[in-house]
């Protein structure tokens, strides 16, 4: 009976700990709402889920307890109940999976008009590369990395010249302005991970990895690394100011080119 009664007071403290808990996400500042739509769908049916089998557990225990002269009957294979349970877990199995694949449909379908930034990740820092003038990014490789050229953008492509390099700083983005963030890593794995924002991928090195969001707020956010980088990890974090559209042309005036970068180089390469 005590063990029983343990196993109810487990669903109770559990539900009351979800309800109570001061632990919840970070106010939402993107358009990723469904993203919380999502896990709070799934925290429904894994809580009502675990909530029945653990009652069901506890009534067992006190309904089959020992009793003298009772005996257990021997009862391996039960079909109807196999076949039923197998149905029911599918249905549960798959209403958790349906609504996820929805959302990274949208998560990776980026809408038209968007602005692409780039998102450098490197051990331990993070570096960014926006669009100058004319509004489109060069390209860039890893294999061009040079001290100079922290980044590997091909100085040979025309679009990178006027290409904005913030490096180790802020990263600003205009409120209400959907945005693809293209990930890119030039040494470990990382993960561009803006809790506000609910939206996180890896970074792969060689390849481009990216999503969309939309800032819903200004306001000033901590990007973290969500990916086991090396030593370092847990203290790659940067900022991300979400400003309004006068702001943030202010602030993208005042950053560095490319161009700009290479200058003391190439100077000093003349003297
Ligand atoms: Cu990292």
Not at 103 to 119: D, L, N
Request: charged share 15%; with cysteine; glycine share 8%.
């Amino acid at each position: 009976m005590l063990i029983a009664i343990i196993l109810a007071l487990v669903v109770v403290g559990s539900v009351l700990f979800h309800v109570l808990s001061p632990w919840w996400f970070t106010p939402i500042a993107s358009n990723w709402r469904y993203i919380d739509d999502t896990i709070s769908f799934t925290f429904w049916i894994t809580g009502v889920v675990f909530a029945v089998v653990v009652l069901f557990l506890a009534y067992c225990v006190w309904r089959f307890r020992h009793q003298p002269g009772r005996r257990a009957a021997y009862e391996p294979e039960n079909k109807r109940l196999e076949t039923w349970l197998a149905i029911v877990t599918g249905i549960g199995v798959a209403a958790m999976l349906a609504p996820g694949l929805v959302v990274w449909g949208q998560f990776i379908t980026v809408p038209a008009g968007a602005s692409a930034i780039e998102v450098v990740g490197q051990q331990w820092q993070w570096a960014y590369r926006l669009p100058g003038k004319d509004g489109q990014l060069g390209t860039a490789d890893t294999r061009a990395v040079t001290a100079e050229n922290p980044l590997g953008v091909n100085p040979d492509d025309p679009k990178s010249l006027d290409d904005v390099i913030v490096q180790g700083g802020e990263l600003h983005l205009p409120v209400g302005k959907p945005v693809a963030l293209l990930l890119r890593s030039i040494d470990a794995l990382h993960n561009f991970y803006v809790p506000e924002f609910r939206a996180k991928m890896d970074m792969l090195p060689g390849s481009v990895t990216y999503y969309w969001v939309t800032p819903t707020r200004t306001g000033t956010f901590e990007a973290l690394c969500a990916e086991l980088c090396g030593v370092g990890h847990p203290y790659m974090r940067g900022t991300v100011i979400v400003d309004t559209e006068t702001d943030y042309q202010a602030w993208l005036d005042q950053q560095q080119t490319f161009e700009q970068m290479l200058a003391p180089a190439t100077t000093s390469a003349l003297e």
